[in-house]
């Protein structure tokens, strides 16, 4: 693999072929990350950023990464000798002193926790892909990513299809670290295999706050989202000097770039007529509802 020539990511010089390069190292490892696959086009965004950061978090165990590779630096002499993260460690030797043993397993399942986390939940992957999405949300949001392509703006999608069961594990590993859901109420979800319950009320919450923590959890999540029914999308839009662009019914719109910190509502008027409706307290997020 050659070495970078600069800097990649955020603040850096970001090259293409850099940025390539970067790219194509962290696709080997974004389902240990729990990321989407990045693509290879060699063009720096949000989640090439973030996953550099992931990385940094997990392999390397910096507790605030920067989300930039520097040459020669820690982080890319990691990433180019293919480090990932470590295998969990066993589990403890049971303790000799009596005490109450929780209830059974059943076959299959292991308990919440880091360990857990690291052995299977990549097999929950999320999509950043506009053709997983659901139909006719699907269709409406193409069309409407390619007439913004097609004005000259740049599009990156870093959302769209959200794994209902990486959802659930979600939202009730912040319930059960919280308190706000016992460890033993938390509802079984085909497809995944996991116990909550540890036997006792503390070590249930610790196995679900680490959880919370490698998910990277800072509010509650939800279980309603859009994003599970494959009807929403967080892109990232931009573009320079006005964008004239077609809305669906085939009438050109001149749009001015939005001053800085505020929402461009000719832009969203312009998405409505695709039936892609803008969220205006969340600045990524499109949906077939607004919500």
């Not at 929780?102 to 097999?123: D, E, F, K, V």
């Not at 390619?146 to 069961?165: F, Y």
């Not at 979800?189 to 680490?210: F, P, V, Y």
Request: one cysteine or more; charged letters at 15%.
């Amino acid at each position: 693999m050659p070495d970078i020539s600069a800097s990649v990511g955020n603040g850096g010089v970001n090259n293409k072929a850099d940025v390539a390069i970067v790219q194509h190292l962290l696709n080997a490892q974004v389902r240990a990350l729990g990321l989407a696959v990045l693509d290879e086009d060699g063009k720096i965004g949000d989640n090439t950023s973030k996953a550099i950061a992931r990385y940094q978090q997990l392999v390397l165990g910096i507790a605030n990464p920067d989300g930039r590779i520097d040459v020669g630096g820690g982080t890319w002499k990691a990433l180019a000798a293919g480090r990932t993260i470590a295998a969990p460690p066993p589990p403890a030797a049971p303790s000799p002193a009596p005490a109450p043993a929780p209830a059974p397993a059943a076959p299959g399942t292991q308990l919440s926790g880091a360990a857990w986390w690291h052995a299977n939940q990549a097999n929950y992957p999320n999509s950043a892909k506009l053709a997983d999405l659901a139909s006719p949300f699907r269709e409406k949001a193409m069309r409407f990513v390619d007439a913004l392509r097609a004005a000259g703006a740049q599009v990156e999608v870093s959302a769209t299809l959200r794994n209902p069961i990486r959802a659930h594990l979600m939202h009730y590993s912040w319930e059960v670290a919280h308190g706000t859901t016992a460890p033993g109420a938390v509802p079984a979800i085909a497809g995944c295999t996991i116990r909550w319950d540890h036997g006792d009320l503390a070590s249930s919450k610790q196995g679900a706050q680490e959880m919370v923590d490698l998910f990277g959890i800072v509010y509650e999540p939800a279980l309603t989202s859009l994003h599970i029914r494959g009807e929403a999308v967080d892109m990232n839009i931009g573009w320079s000097g006005t964008l004239n662009i077609a809305d669906a019914n085939g009438v050109k719109h001149a749009i001015g770039a939005p001053r800085s910190g505020e929402s461009n509502r000719d832009l969203h008027a312009v998405g409505a007529t695709y039936g892609v409706k803008k969220l205006l307290s969340d600045a990524p997020h499109w949906s077939s509802t607004g919500h």
